[in-house]
């Protein structure tokens, strides 16, 4: 049934246009040699009478064997093709943990030695670190918005250099753990630069673009606004709850909390992104059909005109825009990305996958692609073995699935599915997976974190209690790294919804940057389609 739906509207989006060749591939028992996609010839195929079907080839068996290692998978952990019971609990258990935050505010279990003096240091040092960390996450933005070109140059030796200051000052304070943990991510920023070597020119033409898309969509700006101030406003209560959790008397009280805080930082700042991702899809669908120009330049489908329908109908008419809210119309992309948001299901859908997507995203970045080998033994097997999985669990969770959740009301794991299928089928793939602008913007958050880290702490040095100062450094540090990748996500955002758009529909992408649709539609044509 999944199969169906997936190629069946293909098959009637071509049915107006192909009946001759139809007509054809009937009389022929199904064999149908037109110039479309490999899933349109699927979707022909599976219209034809049973007994002129051919078998499924290796491609099709393939993908029925990886979608039940996906429902392997996440049966476990309770995940359905549906917006359901299941999604929901991730919506209530995201409130219930926002609730904990505050439950620790008033908590009073703490050490009457520490009672005080370091409370007050240890709150005094994290608001420093929140005001700081927002001047230089909207100085960074500033910068990337006015030169996206003179960035990508800018902050690949920035990031090396505010790392390897941060390690030397470790160091110096002989705090051993840190020291090696900011290695470790120096030793990985230098590997993640020698990957994208490639790629760098490729990364400043998409953020040109991206930053383009949100000049012209500046209610996604607006947005932006609205989320970081709540981050700021969750930072201050988080805070507050840290100080007293960290002067527990109890080791296990100490650290059970302490995780569950650092947990509740994690979540809450990734579902703020997914948000700002969510909500913005309508908005940068208007700037791609617009072929990046402004409403009055359109030179597609415009209200009142027959909408620009799209295989599976992501790209639509703006006239579908207007949303009843308490008997009033509202119209605008923005309005139908709240609206969309509203909803406690989509929302819970959204909750569900803020937990998953980073970790599913570095894991697969980490695992490139499993190669078959059946002479491989070993370690080398085994991280084959892996590699499947951690894929498999990529396609079920991956960033993607929030566009299909904004534009198609599917549901996180659904959707997932659907938009990673549609890029495979078309070749985009290898275009996603060549895509730079990941790894630079976070590197620019590591950047950024380190600077903050290194001057909150040495301040936090001089008046906060030898016994907890490596996590309080180590609390600066992630305070001042989802600041910044909050900004950053704006410009994720945008390059995610122009790469899934142009699978959809690859010809405004042409106008937009014909330089960059080059590349991107040549690595698709490796990848397995050509337009």
Same mark, same amino acid.
């Given at each position: ?36 996609? &490999? ?71 703490s050490?009457?030695? +520490? ?8 709150? !005094? ?13 909207? /100085? ?21 250099v ?11 304070e ?26 760098v020119?490729a ?18 700006? &607006?947005?932006?606004?609205? %989320? ?6 969750? %930072? !201050? ?7 007293k ?15 569950? %805080? ?55 008419d ?8 308490c ?18 299901s ?10 998953? =997507? ?30 499947? +999985? ?11 699935g ?18 990673? !299928? ?41 008046? =906060? ?16 790294f ?13 390059? /995610?919804?122009?790469?899934? +758009? ?23 044509? %490796? ?5």
């Amino acid at each position: 049934a999944e199969y169906m739906g997936r190629y069946v509207p293909i098959f009637k989006m071509l049915k107006a246009d192909d009946e001759h060749s139809l007509a054809d591939a009937d009389q022929d028992g199904g064999h149908w040699e037109g110039q479309h996609s &490999k899933g349109a010839r699927e979707a022909v195929r599976l219209t034809l009478p049973n007994d002129d079907l051919e078998p499924l080839d290796n491609e099709h068996q393939q993908d029925e064997e990886g979608e039940q290692v996906r429902h392997n998978i996440f049966s476990t952990i309770g995940i359905r093709g549906q917006i359901g019971n299941r999604d929901r609990a991730w919506g209530l258990t995201f409130w219930f943990q926002l609730l904990l935050v505050i439950v620790f505010m008033f908590s009073s279990n703490s050490d009457a030695s +520490y009672e005080g003096r370091f409370p007050a240091a240890i709150g !005094a040092a994290m608001i420093f670190d929140i005001v700081l960390s927002c001047v230089l996450s909207i /100085a960074m933005f500033g910068f990337i918005f006015k030169s996206p070109v003179r960035y990508v140059t800018f902050i690949k030796s920035f990031c090396l250099v505010s790392l390897v200051l941060l390690n030397l000052w470790l160091m110096v304070e002989q705090s051993w753990f840190l020291a090696c943990l900011c290695f470790l991510l120096f030793f990985a920023s230098g590997l993640w630069m020698h990957h994208i070597r490639d790629s760098v020119e490729a990364a400043k033409a998409m953020l040109e673009v991206a930053v383009r898309a949100l000049k012209q969509q500046p209610e996604i700006l &607006k947005m932006l606004s609205l %989320l970081f101030a709540f981050h700021c406003a969750f %930072l !201050a209560f988080w805070t507050i709850a840290m100080t007293k959790v960290l002067h527990y008397e109890s080791a296990f009280l100490y650290y059970l909390c302490s995780l569950l %805080l650092v947990f509740s930082l994690y979540w809450t700042h990734q579902v703020l992104c997914c948000l700002l991702q969510v909500i913005s899809c309508h908005s940068i669908a208007h700037f791609y059909q617009n072929r990046g120009g402004s409403a009055t330049d359109m030179n597609v489908a415009t209200l009142g005109n027959p909408p620009t329908i799209t295989p599976r109908g992501m790209l639509y008419d703006e006239s579908l825009l207007i949303v009843n809210i308490c008997g009033k119309q509202f119209s605008g992309p923005i309005v139908k990305g709240l609206h969309r948001v509203a909803t406690f299901s989509a929302f819970s859908s959204i909750c569900f996958g803020a937990a998953l =997507i980073p970790i599913c995203r570095i894991l697969k970045q980490c695992s490139g692609r499993a190669v078959s080998d059946e002479d491989a033994k070993g370690v080398r097997r085994l991280w084959q073995v892996l590699s499947v +999985y951690i894929q498999s669990a990529h396609r079920s969770v991956n960033r993607f699935g929030l566009i299909e959740i904004s534009l198609m009301g599917k549901d996180m794991r659904q959707g997932s599915q659907d938009a990673w !299928a549609l890029l495979e089928e078309t070749g985009f793939e290898a275009a996603v997976r060549d895509d730079a602008t990941g790894p630079l913007l976070t590197l620019t958050c590591f950047a950024v974190a380190s600077v903050v880290t290194l001057v909150c702490g040495l301040f936090a040095r001089t008046v =906060i209690h030898e016994e907890i100062w490596v996590e309080v450094v180590f609390l600066l540090g992630c305070i001042a790294f989802s600041q910044q990748a909050l900004f950053v996500s704006a410009f994720d955002s945008v390059i /995610a919804c122009l790469f899934l +758009y142009v699978a959809e529909d690859p010809a405004p992408f042409a106008e937009i940057d014909s330089i960059i649709y080059h590349r991107i539609t040549r690595l698709a044509e %490796l990848g397995g389609m050509q337009f």
